[in-house]
């Protein structure tokens, strides 16, 4: 298994390093294609699990970390689209019988 700060790239066969990663995908890359897509900071970086305010940070300059890294990376690349992303969501935060969240492993 692979250590966690690398992450296979299906079309090539390379394994790239997180810091790799988040300089093909940088933070000028991401507002244009946000504001391309006419999306509010808000409703984009949610479905990475990132609040407004920290993709706020984000584009302004702030680290990424790696798992945002790479989800942002698999997204860009089209590996994982926005129906992946969601199904991802519901299956890890499912509601229990007595209304408490959960992770369903």
Do not use: C
């Not at 296979?8 to 000028?28: K, Y």
């Not at 509010?40 to 609040?51: D, K, L, M, N, P």
């Amino acid at each position: 298994m692979e250590l966690l700060e690398n992450h296979w790239q299906p079309a090539t066969g390379q394994v790239r390093t997180t810091a790799e990663l988040a300089s093909a995908i940088d933070r000028v890359q991401i507002i244009a294609y946000r504001k391309r897509k006419k999306e509010s900071q808000r409703r984009f970086w949610a479905r990475f699990g990132v609040t407004q305010s920290r993709g706020s940070r984000f584009e302004s300059g702030a680290e990424i970390p790696a798992p945002v890294s790479i989800l942002l990376g698999l997204y860009f690349n089209k590996t994982i689209s926005d129906g992946d992303l969601g199904r991802a969501e519901r299956m890890l935060f499912r509601r229990d019988s007595d209304g408490s969240i959960s992770p369903d492993l």
